[in-house]
Structures are given as C-alpha cells and as structure tokens.
C-alpha cells in the first residue's frame, strides 16, 4: 500500500482523501463539497481510482470574484493497492463527501494459464 501512501502524500492541498481497510475491503473517502452525482465520475482505470468532479457554484448577481481559493474542477488519479478490485464496487456521495468501497480479491494466488 506504499504507492498509495506516497500518492496520498503528494495530492494538492486542497484534497483530502482518507482510505481504511478491513479484511474485505478498502474505503476511500474524498472530500467533494460542491459535487453531486450528476456532477462527479468515478471510475477503475488498470490499478488506479480516477475521480473526476464538477463544482457547482452560485455567485449572487451583484457579487463578483476578487479572489476564488476553491477550483471547479477536482481531478484525482490514485494508485490503488495490488489486492483491490472493481468487480463489486460501489460509490456513494452525500453533503459533500464520496465513499468508494472497493472489495479485496480473494487472498488465493491466481494462477496464469500457460499455453504450449
């Protein structure tokens, strides 16, 4: 789990990203405040979690931005660990926060069919 420790490590300042484990699975929660599902991807890419996330803002007509510190967009790529798989995922976002539950392969070798 080191490749995910030193992702988590190098993340910009304005994301935060706690994962926990169990014997079964991995849970990711990320901080989206702004984000709905209709605004938010996440998706399995090989051994990474990719999150894609529109913020939506409502600025009052008579309001204009002298300085804006929180970007619509929030793109994250991180590294999952070699036992965690897609296959029984699922994702869930609520006041601001998304959970990705990512179940662990079972703790069986798979073996590689070799053709002669």
């Given at each position: ?18 994962v ?12 989206v405040?702004?984000?709905t ?21 409502d ?23 070699l ?9 869930s976002?609520?006041s601001?926060?998304?959970e ?14 070799i053709?002669?």
């Amino acid at each position: 789990m080191s490749r995910l420790r030193d992702a988590l490590g190098n993340l910009p300042d304005a994301v935060f990203v706690d994962v926990l484990e169990s014997d079964d699975e991995y849970l990711l929660v990320v901080d989206v405040p702004g984000v709905t599902a209709d605004t938010l991807d996440v998706r399995v890419e090989g051994q990474k979690l990719v999150v894609d996330a529109h913020r939506e803002k409502d600025v009052p007509s008579e309001f204009e931005y002298r300085r804006e510190e929180r970007s619509l967009f929030l793109d994250v790529e991180l590294p999952l660990p070699l036992d965690a798989t897609d296959t029984g995922s699922s994702a869930s976002v609520e006041s601001g926060v998304l959970e990705v539950r990512l179940p662990k392969e079972g703790g069986e070798a798979r073996h590689v069919p070799i053709e002669e």
